[in-house]
């Protein structure tokens, strides 16, 4: 008796610390914020279901944030070698540290018959930085080196 009730209690210690917080759905166009019961996002619309019951449909086209099922993703420009193009892409937060927000774009490599993924550091709203499948290694290298430098410009001002 004594070992189900203490296999009772360590489940339910376990089911506990491993709960997750819910994570919020939203939809953010140009003009409205949405939360959502339940959120599927398309190729060409996506489809919100409001706390209230009420069912919306917007162009996938107008979304410029969601989350859903605890991703974040922000229509962005498209950098290649460090460049600004004219090309939006819904990218995924991966990373908020030291200031520092770290967005992860996936493309396919047609010269590499494989799939790449784009790694573009933004401090404020400026791209400082995009790295093509770059390791965890780089990714510390330079936010350990970034924060250093910016606190060497805060503490000689």
Known sequence: MKTIAFLAIFVTIGML???????PKYVITET??????????????????????EKMVI???EV??????????VKLPVYVKNK???KLQMMELVSYSHGIRIY????YNGAKDCTDA?????DRNECILTQVNPDLA??????????SESHELLTSE
């Open 17 to 23: 610390t491993n709960a997750h917080v819910i994570q």
């Open 32 to 53: 409205d914020t949405f939360f959502c019961e339940k959120l599927h996002v398309g190729v060409f619309k996506t489809k919100c279901v409001l706390y209230s019951g």
């Open 59 to 61: 162009p996938t086209g």
């Open 64 to 73: 410029l944030s969601y989350s859903n099922f605890g991703k974040t993703m």
């Open 84 to 86: 600004k193009t004219n």
């Open 104 to 107: 992860k774009y996936e493309y």
């Open 118 to 122: 784009l790694f573009c550091f933004y």
């Open 138 to 147: 780089q990714i510390m290298n330079f936010l350990n080196k970034y924060q």
